[in-house]
Structure formats: structure tokens, C-alpha cells
């Protein structure tokens, strides 16, 4: 066969391919029913005074579900350190009709990194470990690299560890995407000990949720306890983070959204492939609700939890070492950037500091953001994951954001 007829038979092959995984998508493909006359009593309002701003964007909430093409959307709001709002709209699970509440749990993705992040220095704060110590003080049977590695490097993702990578067996061609039970934090850690670093820690930046997978060991270590037993004990019980756990079945505290994934419908998803998020519980394995993310958030913006210079060194993005901030303007666990809100003395625009942080999973996505200018907090999340990462919902929750920045103004 000619080099040629070779190219043609290639083609043929890949378009037929395309062709029959177009037409199994359009066979699974659930169309997300409209939510109707039968709806929850969802709309929790904490204080009233707030209920300008709540009706604004409470009216919008059908039709944010709707440009997500998500079958449920979720949101709570805090303001001044206190939840003011929750409430939720369409469906938890499309095949049973059963409707999202505001105590409807989600999978969170990578707005695990921050609740990780927060433990970490937490127990920074009390002396238990030291962000700057070599990793290997704490986890010895982590291989020795090429250069030493520090939990500040870690938490920013400044150490060289990678990412995930291409694997065949896994239903979206992902290791973000595994389907098999890690039975602990060593077993997960395998899949990176092996690997080469990136690159120097400090002098780059490479976004890595296995990186807070080692962060977990380290954890663990220190406090003698698996890392979700830490996390309930310095972190989810004092914040009465009730529906917070690990997304794992007989740990689930309450009843959990189904996930889907978008497809080439505005009306239309199917069914997310089974995974399993044991080898990546730190970084990207956690269930929440908006409620206890705003809960969360909260803490954030006083001294209570974490003390100033902790929660500084927390929310400042770090610099790589030829002196530029990393690109992400990545602090401790979170992201360090800015939210575009009018200025009315002015009348222009301005730009206010934006703490946050997105996350998507095989079927949801999620979004917690603080603006510390007017101690406001937003946390939304959905049960679909679609094109655009977490992207669109992050611009969804700055318009809420907005909203409630306008309202205060015009108080």
C-alpha cells in the first residue's frame, strides 16, 4: 500500500471513528426536563436586608442553569461574615426527577485545593509542621529528587511535580479520571514517585493536583490521622462544615447531585463515567454544598481561623525566582487576581482584589470566590461539566458578586 492510500485509509478510519462516538453520544443524551410547577422550597434567605440584591439574581438563576445546560445549579452568598443566602434550581438527577435543595452535595473538583491549603496552614500555625522543611521530613518514603521540595513550593505549585497525563484505560483518556480504589495515601503517591521533576522548584510553575497529593502525606504524618480525619478535626467541625467529606460513598453526609457531561445539545447531557477520587482526595476529591463553601470563605476574612500573618502569606500570590509573579498569581491554594466592578464617585471602572479558586470533575464544577473588599463571599456549584472548564461559572458568580458589590453601594 502507497504512502499515499496509507493517509486515505488513516482518515477514513479516524472520521469513521468520529462518526460512531457522534452517534453513541446522541444515543446517551438525556434531555434535562424543565424544571415545571413541581419545585423545592429552596430559597433560603438568612437576612433580609439583603433581599434586593437576592431577588436580582435570584430572577437570573433559571436562566444561568440554562446557558450551563446544566441540570441543577446551586449558589450560596455570605456578606459581612455571615451566610445571607442559599438556593438551588433544577434537578439533582435527571433520571429520578428529584430536585436540587441547597443541602444537594457536589462533587467540588479542585476547590479542594484550598480547604487543603487552609488545613496545611492551619497546622503551620500551630508548629505542627514547617511549610519551608524539606517534603521528605515528613513523607521519608517519597523518592529523593534532583532538588529538595517544600510544602510552600507544593501548595503553589511551584515543586515540578506533574500534572495528570494521557492513560488509555480511563473513559476520557485522563488520570484525572481513574476509576479504581487507592487504599491509602501511599498507594496514590506511586503514580508520581518515580517521575522526574518537572523542572527547579521556584524558578517555574506547573499546576499539579498530585502535588497535593503528597501534601496529604505530609499531613497525615503530623497529625497521626488519615487526611480526612485532619480535615474534620482542625478544620470541617469547627466551621460546622457539616456536608463536607470525601466523595466516597458511605462517607457521603447527604444526598449527592448525579454528574453529567455536556455534549453538542443546549438541551441535552449524558451521564458522567464512573471515577474514583482516592488517589487525589487533597486536591481534587472533595464533596461540598455552596452553604459550608460560603461557611469557608467566611473564615477567611477574619483573623478567627487564621491568624494575619498566616492568611497573608495564604493570599499572596508568589513570585518564581527569576522575580515575576507565577502566571496563575497562585498563593497558597488560592488564586490571587482581580474583579472588574464600576466605580460610581468616578464613574469608571475599577479593579478590586479577587480571592478564588474553580474546580471540575467527570460530571461537576464549582466555584468559590471572596472579594475582601466588601467581605463578600460566593460559592456555586453545578452537575454538569461542559466546554470551557470552569470558566463560565466562574464569570456567572463574578456577575453575583457584582450584584451584591451594587447593592451595598446604593445602601
Do not use: C
Request: aromatic content about 8%; cysteine-free.
Amino acid at each position: 500500500m502507497s504512502i499515499v492510500k496509507g493517509i486515505k485509509w488513516s482518515l477514513i478510519v479516524i472520521a469513521s471513528l468520529v462518526v460512531t462516538i457522534t452517534g453513541i453520544v446522541i444515543a446517551l443524551q438525556q434531555t434535562i426536563p424543565a424544571p415545571g410547577a413541581a419545585k423545592a422550597d429552596n430559597n433560603k434567605v438568612y437576612d433580609d436586608s439583603y433581599s434586593g440584591a437576592i431577588t436580582a439574581v435570584g430572577d437570573e438563576l433559571e436562566a444561568y442553569r440554562k446557558s450551563l445546560v446544566s441540570p441543577s445549579i446551586s449558589i450560596a452568598v455570605g456578606v459581612g461574615g455571615n451566610l445571607v443566602w442559599a438556593d438551588a434550581r433544577g434537578y439533582a438527577d435527571i433520571e429520578t426527577l428529584a430536585l436540587a435543595t441547597p443541602d444537594t452535595i457536589y462533587a467540588i473538583g479542585s476547590v479542594s485545593k484550598p480547604i487543603t491549603a487552609v488545613l496545611t496552614a492551619l497546622l503551620w500555625q500551630d508548629r505542627l509542621l514547617d511549610i519551608d522543611a524539606d517534603v521528605r521530613d515528613y513523607v521519608p518514603s517519597f523518592p529523593v529528587k534532583e532538588h529538595s521540595i517544600t510544602l510552600r513550593q507544593l501548595l503553589s505549585h511551584q515543586a515540578g511535580i506533574r500534572h495528570y497525563r494521557f492513560a488509555w484505560k480511563t473513559p476520557i483518556f485522563s488520570e484525572s479520571a481513574l476509576n479504581r480504589e487507592f487504599v491509602n495515601t501511599a498507594e496514590s503517591l506511586a503514580l508520581i514517585a518515580k517521575d522526574a521533576l518537572l523542572f527547579e522548584p521556584d524558578t517555574d510553575f506547573s499546576y499539579s493536583t498530585f502535588g497535593y497529593t503528597l501534601i496529604a502525606a505530609a499531613i497525615e504524618r503530623v497529625t497521626g490521622q488519615p487526611y480526612i480525619g485532619a480535615l474534620q478535626e482542625h478544620l470541617l467541625e469547627p466551621l460546622k462544615m457539616e456536608r463536607t467529606s470525601i466523595d466516597l460513598a458511605e462517607r457521603l453526609p447527604g444526598t449527592r447531585a448525579a454528574d453529567y457531561v455536556g455534549t453538542f445539545s443546549k438541551k441535552a447531557v449524558i451521564k458522567a463515567p464512573a471515577t474514583n477520587s482516592s488517589y487525589k482526595w487533597a486536591g481534587g476529591g472533595l464533596v461540598s454544598t455552596p452553604t459550608d463553601l460560603v461557611r469557608f470563605g467566611n473564615a477567611m476574612l477574619s483573623n478567627g481561623l487564621l491568624n494575619e500573618p498566616t492568611r497573608t502569606a495564604v493570599f499572596t500570590a508568589r513570585a518564581v525566582s527569576a522575580g515575576d509573579l507565577n502566571p496563575q498569581h497562585y498563593g497558597l491554594g488560592w488564586r490571587i487576581g482581580g474583579l472588574v466592578v464600576a466605580d460610581e464617585e468616578k464613574g469608571a471602572d475599577k479593579i478590586i482584589t479577587l480571592i478564588h479558586h474553580g474546580g471540575t470533575r467527570a460530571g461537576s464544577t464549582a466555584i468559590l470566590m471572596i472579594v475582601p473588599d466588601h467581605d463578600i463571599v460566593v460559592a456555586m456549584t453545578v452537575n454538569v461539566i461542559g466546554r470551557g472548564g470552569s470558566s463560565p461559572l466562574t464569570s456567572i458568580a463574578a456577575k453575583v458578586a457584582r450584584q451584591f458589590i451594587r447593592f451595598e453601594a446604593a445602601r
